[in-house]
Each structure stands twice: as structure tokens, then as C-alpha cells.
């Protein structure tokens, strides 16, 4: 019953910025947890940033004090900002929140290409 839907996703060079977003739909959305994540073709998916219904927030190691989570709860949206963008950041990042019985949802993933 819950969708997400993802954007943001594009090239940009070492150094430089991007804003992903990611914005539930549905006529209930009250997530147990939203976060997003990333894979890299030859990598296992690593957990990027997330937030749980208490506020915690989690970082990877890799992004710590590069890249912030934020929500708008009005809008069932959340967002990843990734500033100082790395080579080492390129990969697929998906959007995703954990939902009532449990479930995982998954957004369809975007692109994020840094180049040098």
C-alpha cells in the first residue's frame, strides 16, 4: 500500500552537492524507522543514514559528517543531504522505511555518480 517515490540522483564532481528526496505515499504512512541506503556494483548494500520514530539518528561510518538525514513528516518525506560528495560515493542510492508487520519498503533507487 505504500510507495516510494525517490529523486535527486545525478552526476556531480568530487566536492560537490546533492539533495535526495524521498516522499511516501499512501493514506497512512507511520514508519517504524526511514533511512537510506546505498550499493555500488560489486558491493554489498551499506546502510547510508537513518532515522528512527524516536528521532535517533544512525550515519555509516563513511558518510559521518558528510551527509545529513532530515524529514518533513507533513509531507511523509524524507531527505538525504550529501555535501563534500566522494568518488567513493558513487553507487544506487534507495530510499527506504520500515512499515507496519514489519515490512520493508523500497524505493526504486537513483543513481549518484561523482565524477573527479
Known amino acids: 500500500q505504500v510507495q516510494l517515490v525517490e529523486s535527486g540522483g545525478g552526476l556531480v564532481q568530487a566536492g560537490g552537492s546533492l539533495r535526495l528526496s524521498c516522499a511516501a505515499s499512501?493514506?497512512?504512512?507511520?514508519?517504524?524507522?526511514m533511512g537510506w541506503f546505498r550499493q555500488a556494483p560489486g558491493k554489498e548494500r551499506e546502510m547510508v543514514a537513518s532515522?528512527?520514530?524516536?528521532?535517533?539518528?544512525t550515519y555509516g561510518d563513511s558518510v559521518r559528517g558528510r551527509f545529513a538525514i532530515s524529514r518533513n513528516k507533513a509531507r511523509n518525506a524524507w531527505y538525504l543531504q550529501m555535501n563534500s560528495l566522494e568518488f567513493d560515493d558513487t553507487a544506487v542510492y534507495y530510499c527506504?522505511?520500515?512499515?507496519?508487520?514489519?515490512?520493508?519498503?523500497w524505493g526504486q533507487g537513483t543513481q549518484v555518480t561523482v565524477g573527479q
Open positions: 532515522m528512527a520514530i524516536d528521532g535517533s539518528i
Open positions: 499512501g493514506r497512512t504512512f507511520s514508519p517504524y524507522a
Open positions: 527506504s522505511a520500515r512499515v507496519f508487520g514489519r515490512q520493508d519498503v
